[in-house]
């Protein structure tokens, strides 16, 4: 009927038989005409359109050209791994002291106060300060212990020393995880290594928390300037990334060096979280 009405509208022509037969009314010839102009010029119409949009969107949201606008960006993002590199270097120091002086002295105090306790063993067993320097020492140790909770949780000297594969093989054995650990490069940028020590430490402590006994594995590898860090565990799985805990701590820390984190934690496991943050070694 289309074409019936277009060739009948164009040439005048009218069919003398068939369901088409006799002379077709202007107002459906029109009609016709206009569904036929609509079915033609729409496809070319919906391209020039979508070309459109694209080239609106590119001047919309394309990357600026402006030499002073980029120059602005490097320095910000340099300016951002000094205060990065900054903080490191803070922690480490913090951490030196504490283990250097203050560790030091109390272990000193705890010899002095079990000489004491000795003492007053062999002259006065029945002294009621027997009992006084006995719960001195036992504090003394139980603070000794919490500063080397705190200083390994900054940042431990192993990790400066020897790197990331040194640093995380006490952490699986201190919390009794069959690890398996694969690390390709040998060594990283200090500021990375840390994060990544820290992300890996928090991942094997929660599967230490919801997966005792579970087989972990720990896959780090440096792919084209971005180290990715998989770490995956057989346990029963459903871990959720909530704000306020530990991993999204690791994902705000991971943010100032441009890293991600990836959580895949499907009921009945595994649970595998990747990171990947950007390193220039």
Request: hydrophobic share 45%.
């Amino acid at each position: 009927m289309l074409a019936t009405g277009v060739r009948g509208s164009v040439t005048g022509l009218r069919p003398v038989s068939g369901p088409f037969a006799g002379p077709l009314p202007l107002g459906v010839a029109l009609a016709v005409l206009l569904v036929a102009l609509v079915v033609v010029a729409a496809p070319i119409a919906v391209g020039h359109l979508a070309r459109l949009d694209v080239l609106v969107a590119r001047a919309l949201l394309g990357r600026a050209e402006s030499p002073s606008i980029e120059a602005r960006i490097g320095e910000l993002v340099e300016s951002r791994r000094r205060v990065l590199d900054s903080v490191e270097a803070e922690r480490e120091r913090i951490e030196r002291d504490l283990h250097d002086g203050a560790q030091q002295r109390l272990i000193a105090l705890g010899v002095l106060l079990g000489r004491t306790e000795q003492r007053l063993l062999t002259d006065s067993p029945d002294d009621p300060a027997v009992e006084l320097v006995r719960q001195a020492r036992a504090e003394t140790r139980a603070v000794i212990t919490e500063i080397r909770d705190l200083t390994r949780g900054l940042r431990p000297p192993i990790l400066e020393s020897r790197g990331l594969d040194a640093a995380l093989s006490p952490v699986a054995a201190r919390l009794g995880i069959p690890l398996r650990l694969r690390m390709v490069p040998d060594r990283l940028e200090p500021t990375v290594e840390a994060a990544l020590y820290f992300a890996v430490t928090e991942c094997l402590t929660n599967a230490a928390k919801h997966a005792s006994g579970a087989a972990c594995r720990v896959d780090i590898d440096l792919v084209d300037g971005v180290v990715r860090t998989v770490v995956s565990d057989e346990g029963p799985g459903g871990a959720v990334l909530r704000p306020g805990s530990g991993l999204a701590g690791i994902a705000d820390r991971l943010s100032g060096l441009d890293g991600l984190l990836y959580l895949s934690s499907p009921p009945g496991g595994p649970t595998v979280v990747t990171v990947e943050v950007p390193c220039a070694s």
